[in-house]
């Protein structure tokens, strides 16, 4: 009983010191594994914080629940990030792939894969991924993602891979030739390579690399080869020629490098063909020297010609002859800039074939040409420009047309115009304006004078731009005669400038320069519209109405708005169109299409269209019978010697014939005697103007003599009907 009495009493006491080391034990084991479990929690935000890699933590959805640091080096903010589908992130073309693997993580299989996403720059980033599930209780609730950047080692494979391919394609597609040497003689040649030589494989190998060098280039080869064996620090790259098994030639540029080949020495490389390349680029020295049009050297050239004879010391005397084509824009303007060109191409023939193979000629631009003599003196210079000038004067035949041109030349000697070829070129161009000024189709030799008459005419175009402005021309009128009558019938307005300092200043000397200038078109203006002004006022003073001749000028005639302004001219003065007569030259029908088109579209306005300097042309009779043409004028030149010159006699009287026939009037300009007007009237040409009767004057003397003039023009006329003399010619 005591004993069972104990045991009660100490059964309790162990069950509480039982409990008591029980839970002693618990704690102690909690308390352990609560450490490991911080321990590892530590682990893991070291790993999750200071891995190099991006780490995400998602949902079964594939929402993001958290993210590492590391998101924040490409442009994005964790809390940014949070809650947003991590596929919204991928690049468009993959995300079918990320999702499909995504899924196979949240269904308990961890996998790897690649993808790429875009930063927040808009950059494409290439990511490898790794994806585990997250288990919890057994359950998957979501996935790790740990995201490796490969964007770098993606673009070295890309490379890699491309240029494994670039060399397959050397090698195996022959884009160039591939070569090995050794001692001098091939021991590998590619496909291409003996294609460009033209021989087989047996052919090639074993033979040397000088037996295809061209004579010239084999000392280039053998020393670059031997340098790159000399030099261990360098390539060798040259060019050379090489000789095909057809003897032609082919351009080749060669890179080699010291190699090891079986076991010896050897020079591996490349070879390009630079064929086409060498010949673009003779072609585009060839351009760089020379004129595109022509072919013939540029000034450049020229100028490097007459620099080597100067510094070879071969040179005593030389000349420099500089042409330009006279009334070439003409041509240019009224026949188009085809025409022109071919013209240039005939000139520049023509002008080859008069100099020696000493000699070179160049075209500096537009139509000037340059020449460039060594050791020829006077007499030789001279012979040449005789030849040049003799070639130039015959007829060009350019498609349907049949051209005329001729030449201006001035020439300049070496040494003693200059020693440099500026300073030649320059006197040259001075002489030749010289000669333009002397009228055209000749050469002048420069001279000191040339140079004073130069500043001259830069002074004269000075004063002229401002002659208008100040006022400083005037007409002056010429009247014309009709011989049977003695009436004065009409007169002719010719310009004269009162210059405010030198007077008055020939027509002579400022019209070709208005011409060359371009200032003739406004210049005509003026002179029609003041005819027309003058010639109103004029009438309404009472006296006689008379047709008024103005003459026109190239540049004027073939302005776009001609036609436009006589018409407005006419609208604005009030002069009736039946009072203006218009002189037209031959040479202004060079154009056949665009003249006829012109004197129609005057004619509509009711002006009268007369032909000046008549039979001075080439073509005069082929236009005559196009042109709505109502007066022929016969030019002085004709009528000055026509009574002491029988083939002048001759002209007149076929010229007078031929505008009776035609119907058209006919009138004789420069009659300065009485033996002139005497074999005019004999020959029945009704109208004649000259200093016999008259000469030109201001309108207002013409208004004060107006009756002495006509009193005297009677005493010239005769006595027979015009009309019965026309009848009695026509019989």
């Known amino acids: 009983m005591e004993w069972q009495n104990g045991l009660k009493l100490f059964l309790p006491g162990m069950m509480i010191i039982l409990c008591i080391v029980i839970v002693f034990y618990i704690y102690r084991k909690f308390a352990a594994q609560s450490k490991r479990i911080k321990t590892s929690e530590q682990y893991y935000q070291s790993l999750y914080h200071n891995n190099p890699d991006i780490i995400l933590t998602l949902d079964v959805l594939g929402n993001l629940l958290s993210a590492n640091q590391v998101v924040e080096s490409y442009g994005y903010t964790v809390d940014e990030l949070l809650q947003r589908p991590f596929v919204s992130y991928v690049v468009p073309e993959l995300v079918k792939k990320t999702i499909k693997q995504f899924n196979k993580s949240i269904n308990g299989e961890a996998t790897n894969y690649e993808t790429a996403i875009l ?8 990511l490898n991924v ?13 996935a790790y993602a740990i995201l490796k950047d490969i964007t770098r080692f993606k673009h070295t494979q890309e ?8 060399y397959r394609s050397l090698v195996e597609e022959s884009l160039v030739g591939i070569y090995i040497i050794e001692n001098g003689k091939f021991v590998y040649v590619n496909p291409q390579l003996l294609e460009w030589f033209g021989y087989t494989n047996e052919e090639t190998i074993g033979s040397y690399l000088s037996d295809y060098i061209h004579p010239e280039d084999v000392s280039i080869v053998l020393d670059n080869i031997q340098k790159r064996f000399t030099d261990e620090n360098k390539g060798m790259k ?5 000789i095909k098994k057809d003897q032609s030639i082919i351009h080749l540029e060669v890179y080699g490098s010291k190699t090891i080949y079986r076991g010896k020495q050897a020079v591996i490389g490349s070879v390009i063909d630079i064929t086409e390349q060498k010949k673009a680029e003779e072609k585009i020295k060839h351009m760089a020297y020379h004129d595109a049009l022509t072919d013939l050297p540029n000034r450049y050239l020229f100028t490097s010609h007459f620099q080597t004879a100067l510094s070879n010391q071969c040179m005593e005397t030389a000349s420099i002859l500089f042409l330009d084509l006279d009334r070439f824009k003409l041509i240019n303007d009224s026949l188009g800039h085809d025409l022109g060109d071919l013209l240039l191409k005939k000139v520049s023939e023509r002008l080859k074939n008069c100099i020696g193979p000493e000699d070179c000629l160049a075209r500096l631009g537009g139509d000037e040409f340059i020449f460039f003599l060594p050791n020829v003196g006077h007499e030789g210079t001279t012979k040449t420009l005789n030849q040049v000038l003799t070639r130039l004067n015959e007829p060009f035949l350019l498609n349907e047309y049949e051209m005329y041109i001729t030449p201006s030349i001035g020439i300049s000697q ?6 440099d070829i500026g300073t030649l070129i320059k006197k040259a161009d001075l002489a030749m304006n010289q000669a333009k000024r002397l009228g055209k189709n000749n050469y002048q030799y420069y001279i000191q004078k040339s140079m004073e008459q130069t500043n001259d005419v830069l002074e004269m175009e000075k004063d002229l731009r401002k002659a208008i402005e100040r006022n400083e021309f005037r007409l002056y009128y010429q009247p014309k005669l009709d011989v049977y009558s003695g009436e004065i019938i009409g007169v002719e307005a010719l310009i004269r400038w009162q210059h405010s300092q030198k007077g008055i200043i020939s027509p002579g000397q400022f019209i070709p320069l208005a011409e060359e200038t371009g200032l003739i078109i406004s210049m005509g203006e003026w002179v029609l519209r003041t005819a027309c002004t003058e010639m109103k006022a004029f009438q309404e003073l009472g006296f006689p109405s008379m047709i008024v001749s103005v003459n026109l000028s190239l540049r004027q005639f073939f302005q776009p708005n001609f036609v436009q302004m006589v018409s407005q001219v006419l609208n604005e003065t009030g002069l009736s169109p039946e009072f203006i007569e218009l002189e037209i030259t031959e040479s202004m029908t060079i154009d056949t299409h665009h003249a006829l088109m012109v004197v129609q579209e005057l004619k509509k306005l009711g002006v009268k269209i007369s032909l000046d300097d008549f039979g001075t042309g080439y073509s005069s009779l082929h236009y005559l019978k196009q042109f709505p043409i109502d007066k022929l004028k016969i030019d002085q030149s004709f009528i000055r010697d026509c009574v002491t010159n029988t083939n002048n006699a001759t002209i007149v009287k076929t010229i007078i014939a031929m505008a009776h026939q035609l119907n058209m009037e006919i009138i004789a ?5 009485e033996g002139q007007l005497h074999f005019l009237q004999e020959n029945f040409c009704p109208e004649v103007q000259g200093f016999l009767f008259c000469r030109p004057l201001p309108l207002d003397e013409i208004k004060e003599n107006y009756y002495d003039l006509v009193s005297a023009g009677k005493q010239y006329s005769v006595s027979r009907d015009p009309k019965s003399l026309i009848s009695e010619f026509a019989v």
Do not use: M
Not at 119 to 126: F, I, L, N, T
Not at 238 to 242: C, G, L, S
């Open 238 to 242: 040259f060019q050379y020629r090489a």
């Open 159 to 166: 490379a890699l891979v491309e240029a494994e391919s670039t």
């Open 119 to 126: 930063s927040k720059g808009g950059g494409r980033v290439e």
């Open 130 to 142: 790794t994806s585990i599930p997250i288990i919890n209780e057994g359950r998957i609730v979501g």
């Open 414 to 419: 070496y040494p003693h115009d200059g020693e």
């Open 669 to 673: 300009e420069g009659v300065e005697t």
